[in-house]
C-alpha cells in the first residue's frame, strides 16, 4: 500500500488517520493505518492541524463545547489581568465544564498568587477571537479533509487506493495539503448558531452538531467538498484553487447548504 499523500510504500507505517482532528470532536471518521504514512500524519499534526486549533477562535470554541485535548486536558485561551499600575498580566487559563458552572484554572502560579492575594488585580480580559483564520492555513487544512473523506468513501472498493493515487485531477489538492504552495481559495459562512440544536432523524430528539460533510457535483462537472464546524460552513474545490463554481450553484439554489439538499435528506434516510 502507498501513501495516499506522498505515494511513499506504507507496509510498516503504524498511524491511524483522523480526517478530522479528535480535539475536534471526531472519534468515528479515520483511516485505517497504511493509507496515510506516519511522516505525513506527524507532519498534518504538528504543521496543518496544530496552528488551527490554536487559533483563539477554535480555542475559544473548543472551550465552550467542553471539548478536551487529546491528554483529556482542558483547551487552554490567553486572559490579560489589568493590574492597579493600568498593565497587563498575561496568562493562559483552562475551562472545563462542570455540571452547570465553568472551572477556570490560572495555570501562571504568578498571576495566581497575585489574584489570590487581592494584589490590586481588578479586571480580566480575553483577547476576541477573529472568524477568519489565515487563508493559507485554513485551505490547507480543509484541503487535507477533503482527500481523506473522498478515500474513506471509496475505501472499499477494489484497487480504488491504487487508482486514485494515479488520478491526475486530484493530485494538485492533495499536494496542496501536504506540500503547500500557492492558496486555494475556499468558501465561509456561517449555516446556524453552533449551539442551535439540529432535529435528528430520531423525532423529538436533538442533537448537537459539531461537525458533518459531504460532496456537491455539480452540473459543470466540478467536485466540492462541503464542511460545517460548529455552524460554519466551509467549501473547497477538489480539482482546483477557484470558487466560482460554488457561488454560481448558490446562486442557482437559492443559497441552500449542499448538506441539506433534497439528495442528503433522501440518503440519510436510507
Ligand atoms: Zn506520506
Avoid at 477533503?146 to 487508482?163: G, I, Y
Amino acid at each position: 500500500m502507498n501513501c495516499i499523500f506522498c505515494e511513499n510504500e506504507t507496509s510498516t507505517d503504524r498511524s491511524i488517520e483522523h480526517i478530522i482532528p479528535e480535539s475536534l470532536g471526531n472519534k468515528d471518521h479515520t483511516l485505517p493505518r497504511g493509507v496515510v504514512c506516519d511522516k505525513c500524519n506527524n507532519y498534518f499534526a504538528r504543521k496543518v492541524e496544530s496552528p488551527i486549533l490554536d487559533l483563539e477562535y477554535f480555542k475559544l470554541t473548543r472551550n465552550e463545547e467542553g471539548l478536551f485535548n487529546k491528554r483529556g486536558r482542558p483547551v487552554t485561551i490567553t486572559a490579560l489581568f489589568k493590574d492597579e499600575t493600568g498593565g497587563y498580566l498575561s496568562t493562559d487559563i483552562g475551562i472545563s465544564p462542570d455540571g452547570d458552572t465553568l472551572n477556570i484554572h490560572i495555570l501562571n502560579e504568578m498571576v495566581f498568587d497575585r489574584i489570590r492575594s487581592g494584589d490590586g488585580i481588578n479586571e480580566v480580559m480575553f483577547l476576541k477571537a477573529p472568524m477568519e483564520p489565515p487563508v493559507g492555513l485554513l485551505g490547507r487544512f480543509l484541503a487535507k479533509i477533503a482527500v481523506e473523506s473522498f478515500v474513506l468513501r471509496l475505501l472499499d472498493a477494489p484497487n480504488f487506493l491504487q487508482d486514485f493515487i494515479r488520478e491526475e485531477s486530484l493530485k494538485p489538492i492533495r499536494k496542496y495539503a501536504r506540500y503547500g504552495g500557492e492558496d486555494w481559495v475556499y468558501h465561509q459562512r456561517i449555516l446556524y448558531p453552533r449551539n442551535y440544536p439540529q432535529p435528528d432523524l430520531i423525532p423529538n430528539e436533538y442533537y448537537q452538531c459539531l461537525h458533518e460533510f459531504d460532496f456537491l457535483y455539480t452540473t459543470d462537472s466540478e467536485l466540492y467538498f462541503v464542511l460545517a464546524i460548529f455552524g460554519v460552513e466551509y467549501v473547497i474545490n477538489m480539482g482546483n484553487p477557484s470558487i466560482d463554481g460554488y457561488q454560481r450553484w448558490l446562486e442557482k439554489n437559492d443559497y441552500i447548504s449542499p448538506l441539506y439538499t433534497e439528495k442528503n435528506i433522501q440518503a440519510m434516510k436510507v
